[in-house]
């Protein structure tokens, strides 16, 4: 692909996603690479600039990441953050110093606007730093362009050399004008024209499969997840029938998804294989109650099922893979091969005989594949689709699970999602879902006692699935929920919220 190119080189910090993500909402297609590679190999990516990010230690430490001088000589732009600020001062002859006071949070900086750096912002605004160690000396031939109260060299330039750097972080949304200033950076600095859109990415991705793939057969597992939905639209575009979908319905999706990802993908030019293996599954699961035999479990039966039906195809030539840009880089350098599990549960099946695996997502943020998707005429449905696990409902079913648990737990999620989205907060709430319970309470309907099961309702709001907060739906909705809940679906008598956080508590109940 020959794309305008910017380099996020990695020290450490936790933001070097974002930066990334960032710069490519700019229109400039952006890569993340490690310090350690090799600088003939990043001046080989012929980048238009360089961004350092930050790092979790101070430059002095002696296994602290650092980074030849030669870089600096290349005459290509450089925008060092926070860590990468003070690293460019530390090797170009500056000094850095413990600071006697951290700066962490919000923070008042003056700028200089007659840097290209700062061009068309205001001369004071709200950054977001977080960091102890602080610029104390500039390097020959630089100037300071910012300031804090507490911090004298909040940013600096060498714009002869292209050079720039800022302790604070544009990237995070907290720094008012964080945009602008990469904006300033990419287009005034690196002089790019902006040549990243999804319609170019989507003829390019085209292109490089049809090359690739030539005359050979291509074999998918779809899961009806986000990725693997795209993966199956770019595909068929690109190869048509050579594309065969495989899709496990394991039975424990949500109710009418099977049916749902079938009808998505019908009217499409590839093969589609669907597999109802719903009893298969339920067979294998049969009075097991531990969470995870039941994830391993599953993983299993999925890799055998799907082997079972791509052994029917005979030979295939590729094997297509929804692995996306976080699995890439969270592999550390972002050149290892990450082959990410098929649906999440399992992995690579061992019985399939192929050449070579393609996938055309490997550059990609979720956001990203989602307007691919959207691009791509796919449903809303399937392009917002929240995360749902690959062993499905059978961990959303505490205890052991039976055909009648499965079919309950379908018709009251479906009956919570419904309302979530009649009340307009499908997109708000991150991850919402119900969950049954093994537990059984007594309740009065009509003249009658029952003895049926509590249904756990949970919703979350977070932005990495990592650490999540309960989400606070109104009361009325989850009255509404409830009534209907009760009404509508039998064997349930008792409905409650799930209020924790996590953590200490699991998004999911197993
Ligand atoms: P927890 O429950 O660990 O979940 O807070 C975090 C996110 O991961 C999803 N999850 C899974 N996804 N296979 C998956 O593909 C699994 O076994 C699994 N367990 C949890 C969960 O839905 C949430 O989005």
């Known amino acids: 692909m020959k794309h305008e190119l910017i380099i996020v080189l990695d020290f450490g910090g936790q933001y070097n996603q974002l930066i990334a993500r960032r710069v490519r909402d700019l229109n400039v297609y952006c890569e993340v690479k490690s310090y350690k590679t090799p600088i003939a190999e990043l001046k080989a990516m012929n980048p238009s600039g360089f961004i350092f990010t930050g790092g979790p230690n101070s430059v002095y430490l002696d296994t602290s ?104 972080h544009p990237e995070v949304s907290h720094t008012e004008y964080g945009s602008n200033i990469l904006r300033n950076f990419l287009y005034n600095v690196c002089r790019v024209s902006g040549d990243w859109s999804m319609k170019n990415y989507i003829n390019t991705a085209i292109n490089d499969v049809r090359a690739k793939v030539g005359d050979g057969k291509v074999l998918l597992a779809l899961s009806g997840g986000v990725d693997s939905s795209v993966l199956a639209a770019l595909l068929s575009k690109a190869i048509g029938n050579k594309l065969t979908c495989i899709f496990v319905d394991h039975g424990l999706m949500r109710k009418n998804e099977g049916d749902e990802v079938e009808e998505a993908f019908k009217s499409r030019e590839l093969n589609f294989i669907r597999v109802n293996a719903g009893k298969r599954f339920l067979a294998k699961l049969a009075g097991v109650t531990e969470p995870e035999t039941k994830r391993k479990i599953i993983g299993e039966e999925f890799i055998r099922v799907f082997e079972e039906e791509a052994r029917k195809l005979g030979k295939v030539d590729f094997l297509a893979q929804g692995t996306i840009y ?32 393609i996938e055309p997502l490997r550059l990609l943020f979720k956001d990203e594949v989602r307007r691919l998707g959207t691009e791509l005429n796919l449903p809303d449905f399937l392009v917002w689709r929240q995360p749902f696990p690959g062993p499905g409902l059978a961990i959303r079913i505490i205890g052991d699970i039976t055909e009648e648990k499965v079919s309950i737990l379908q018709d009251a999620d479906y009956i919570f999602r419904e309302e979530i989205a009649k009340a307009g907060l499908d997109r708000s709430i991150n991850q919402y879902f119900a969950v049954l319970t093994s537990m059984r309470s007594v309740g009065v309907m009509g003249d009658f006692r029952t003895y049926d099961y509590t249904l756990a309702l949970r919703g979350v709001t977070t932005s990495d699935f990592m650490t999540a907060d309960f989400a606070r739906i109104p009361y009325d909705v989850l009255s509404r929920i409830s009534a209907r809940i009760v009404n509508e679906v039998s064997h349930i008598n008792r409905i409650v919220y799930d209020i924790t956080t996590k953590p200490p508590s699991t998004i999911e109940w197993e």
């Not at 750096?117 to 104390?136: A, N």
Request: hydrophobic letters at 35%; proline letters at 6%; glycine letters at 8%.
């Open 326 to 357: 976080p699995d890439v880089i969270e592999s550390g350098t972002g050149d290892a091969a990450v082959i990410k599990s098929h649906h999440n549960v399992g992995g690579l099946p061992d019985h399939v005989d192929f050449k070579d695996l």
């Open 65 to 168: 990441p650092t980074i030849s001088k030669e870089i600096f000589e290349m005459g290509i732009p450089i925008l060092g953050i926070c860590y990468g600020s003070q690293l460019m001062a530390h090797v170009l002859g500056g000094k850095v110093e413990s600071a006697e006071k951290s700066e962490y949070g919000m923070t008042s900086a003056d700028f200089d606007t007659s840097s290209l750096l700062f061009k068309d912002i205001p001369e004071k605004s709200i950054t977001w730093m977080s960091h102890t160690d602080r610029i104390s000396a500039l390097p020959e031939g630089f100037k300071a362009i910012s300031h804090t109260d507490s911090c004298p060299i909040a940013a600096m330039e060498n714009p002869e050399k292209g050079l720039y750097a800022v302790q604070f």
